[in-house]
T-cell receptor, first 112, second 114 residues
């Protein structure tokens, strides 16, 4: 099935610093979704990217889909303590149109 | 509350016992998914329903696992003869159908097998 590598596994930043997590696939992706899971919580959908080279912004969060549709990134500008959590990318496994394969996630901690 | 709900939130059971979890999806969602999540990992797909039909079951789901969605609304996940390796968070999610839509997750049921 579809595999995605997510790096880094952990990232600790000072409040106000930027943060980026990357998701990489060896095969071309039809689309990619990003989820956030707060400590003790459940995954919450952030965004879906579909088009090659697509860039979407949500306030301080910027999501990019690579030109070859094999990688994606999530960048947070000026992190806040509310950004703490694990960020997962998830891809449509085998073009099923329903089955998601999640990366292992990047755990972000923010020092106030 | 119109989100996905799961019951119970926590379950502690002894090895060899059977357990059953319930998931109530968002009412207008006809797709329902079960995932398993262990510490430090992302959710792993277990099974998927379109209305009442179970359309895919992961190889992760041994014969001890069974899921139902009898009327296309709520779903149950049963684990028979639990093993310590079954200890995990069991997440339910729902979505609309037609294309790959965002999935709405419930709070999960944390299972501990002693």
């Amino acid at each position: 099935g579809q595999q995605v590598m997510q790096i880094p596994q952990y990232q600790h930043v000072q409040e106000g610093e930027d943060f980026t997590t990357y998701c990489n696939s060896s095969t071309t992706l039809s689309n990619i979704q990003w989820y956030k899971q707060r400590p003790g919580g459940h995954p919450v959908f952030l965004i879906q990217l579909v088009k090659s080279g697509e860039v979407k912004k949500q306030k301080r969060l910027t999501f990019q889909f690579g030109e070859a549709k094999k990688n994606s990134s999530l960048h947070i500008t000026a992190t806040q303590t509310t950004d703490v959590g694990t960020y997962f990318c998830a891809v449509d496994s085998g073009g099923s149109n329903y089955k998601l394969t999640f990366g292992k996630g990047t755990l972000l901690t923010v020092n106030p | 509350d119109t989100g996905v709900s799961q019951d119970p939130r926590h379950k502690i059971t002894k090895r060899g016992q059977n357990v059953t979890f319930r998931c109530d999806p968002i009412s207008e969602h006809n797709r329902l998914y079960w995932y398993r999540q262990t510490l430090g990992q992302g959710p792993e797909f277990l099974t998927y329903f379109q209305n009442e039909a179970q359309l895919e079951k992961s190889r992760l789901l041994s014969d001890r696992f069974s899921a139902e969605r009898p009327k296309g609304s709520f779903s149950t996940l049963e684990i028979q003869r639990t093993e310590q390796g079954d200890s995990a968070m069991y997440l339910c999610a729902s979505s609309l159908s037609g294309q790959l839509y965002e999935q709405y997750f419930g709070p999960g049921t944390r299972l501990t097998v002693t």
